[in-house]
Nanobody, 122 residues
Framework: VQLQVSGGGLVQAGGSLRLSCAAS????????MAWFRQAPGKEREFVGF?????????TYADSVKGRFTISRDNAKNTVYLQMNSLRPEDTAVYYC???????????????WGQGTQVTVSS
């Protein structure tokens, strides 16, 4: 199982970025895909998740709700994280992960991508 994350970079505050997470090695039609992030000196933080079944129901952390959107392309086995109105406090390494249950705990996810750096300048 491999998760390939792409799309990070440097952006000014108020700008947008879209991250992609492409899964390979198995079909993830019955699994949940989540995004987490980790800023320097801080613990890994839940961002949001999307279910592959149930119409792709999403859940977000309060800190990103209304600014970030998770979507999926089943045909490509890919999940996206659209980040708008970015703030300097969004600066972190962003990870995607796959798990059987949708929740906010990183320990619940079995497979992880390599992470991509997102830096938001003020």
């Amino acid at each position: 199982v491999q998760l390939q994350v792409s799309g990070g970079g440097l952006v000014q505050a108020g700008g947008s970025l879209r991250l992609s997470c492409a899964a390979s090695g198995r079909t993830f039609s019955n699994y949940v895909m989540a995004w987490f992030r980790q800023a320097p000196g801080k613990e890994r933080e839940f961002v949001g998740f999307i279910g592959w079944r149930s119409g792709g129901i999403t859940t977000y952390a309060d800190s990103v709700k209304g600014r970030f959107t998770i979507s999926r392309d089943n045909a490509k086995n890919t999940v996206y994280l659209q980040m708008n109105s970015l703030r300097p406090e969004d600066t972190a390494v962003y990870y995607c992960a796959v798990g059987s249950y949708g929740n906010r705990l990183s320990a619940s996810y079995s497979y992880w991508g390599q992470g991509t750096q997102v830096t938001v300048s003020s």
